[in-house]
């Protein structure tokens, strides 16, 4: 996936929010869509990053032993189950990460 095609996804899924989760715009939606909205992120972000975790190559790799991606994909989910705290998961989740890839 290219930077500009991420930018353009990230431009979307900002426009999108803002304009249906601005308390100060006019528009007024039931509370119940409101709180489904809030799942709009993580939906798309398991959509972009689905592909880059078992797709390597062109190919579904399933060979979770030399993966770092998955790994660090679980390591990441694992991290936020447990911390509750989006920078700090972030970070570490991308320590772990790269010390798989250098460790490969």
């Known amino acids: 996936m290219t930077w500009g095609l991420l930018l ?3 431009a979307v899924v900002f426009c999108n929010r803002y304009l249906l989760l601005e308390p100060r715009l006019p528009l007024r939606f ?4 409101k709180r489904s909205l809030n799942y709009s992120a993580p939906c ?5 990053a689905a592909p880059i975790v078992f797709e390597q190559s062109q190919a579904l790799s399933l060979n979770a032993w030399n993966q ?10 694992a991290l936020a189950y447990r911390l509750k705290n989006t920078l700090l998961v972030i970070v ?4 772990i990460f790269y010390a798989l890839v250098y460790m490969q």
């Open 8 to 10: 353009i996804l990230a």
């Open 30 to 33: 039931p509370d119940r869509l």
């Open 44 to 48: 798309l972000l398991s959509a972009v």
């Open 68 to 77: 770092p991606y998955l790994w660090g994909a679980v390591a990441c989910i």
């Open 92 to 95: 570490l989740s991308l320590l």
